[in-house]
């Protein structure tokens, strides 16, 4: 989709196999103006750098479609879903409308410590962070999802969710095994009629990504991403598994300067792939 956002780059192909070129990366860092469906799930299922393949069994997988059918048609519905600016935390608020201008934004701004300022001044300290659900206000969640879903299988859902913008999914796992903030009280469990056992999930959607599931818009490939994604494929057909096969996501941060950053590494990763092929 053209113009998704401000400013938007046309950039050659990458001079080596990666998600992101340093004009790409750089791009994400402005406003989006047109909302779209995104490349990659902006929440993945290892976190981080690890693409490790999930297969659940029948009964999970079952349990995982029932799930995404549900959000589908609860996103195909959201017509009165707030804008993403509206669903922040409040203490993230100023930074994520710094970077989402007149439009929206996948990351936040992040303010750099002293001390990196001092040991790294001129372009290697992170500017933006990757919003997940940690940023969206509790409150803001719809319950959706009240039959379990096994680890392996939420964070598959999670990924489905999040590949629209401004969509996540929160797990409300049981007294043990959740954080505090996310437990469901008695109370809560038996309003919604789910069993002590029974690790639910909720889910939040937000204008712009109902916007980007009626208009059809969909975030295009690059002609690196492409190239990238081909490689990946390869990888994966010659048995290559987990971190053998890079992964396929947003960066988790930002640089002040993606493209100062990213040749020398292009340089020195496009060697290290050349020597595996």
Sequence with gaps: ????????YETDPCIDPCMWSGKEAENLKKPILVPAK???????RGGGWSNKAIVPGNKAAAALQTAKDLFDNYLAN???APPLVDLVQPYMLDDYKQAAG??????RCIRAS????????????????????????????????????TIDAGKLFAEHVSIWPGCFAMRRGT?????????????????RGVAHN???????????????????????????????????????????????????????FLHKDEVKMRQPKDRKRQREDDDDF
Excluded: W
């Excluded at 989709?1 to 938007?8: E, P, Q, R, T």
């Excluded at 995104?38 to 993945?44: D, M």
């Design 38 to 44: 995104l490349l990659a799930p902006t929440v993945v």
């Design 102 to 107: 007149e439009g929206f934004n996948l990351y």
């Design 198 to 252: 029974v690790s639910p999930t909720d889910v939040v959607v937000s204008q712009e990504a109902y916007i980007a599931y009626r208009s059809g818009n969909v975030t295009e490939l690059s002609e690196s991403q492409k190239e990238y994604m081909d490689i990946c494929a390869r990888k994966i057909a010659m048995g290559a598994v987990g971190y053998d096969v890079n992964p396929i996501n947003y960066p988790f």
């Design 175 to 191: 007294a043990v095994k959740a954080a505090s903030s996310r437990k469901l009280s008695d109370d809560e469990r038996a309003a």
């Design 114 to 149: 002293k001390r990196s300022l001092k040991e790294d001044p001129e372009h290697t300290h992170m500017t933006h962070l990757l919003m997940d659900d940690t940023s969206i206000k509790k409150e803001a969640y719809h319950p959706l999802i009240d039959f379990h879903l």
């Design 78 to 80: 959201a017509e009165y």
């Design 1 to 8: 989709m053209d113009g998704a956002h401000a400013n938007a």
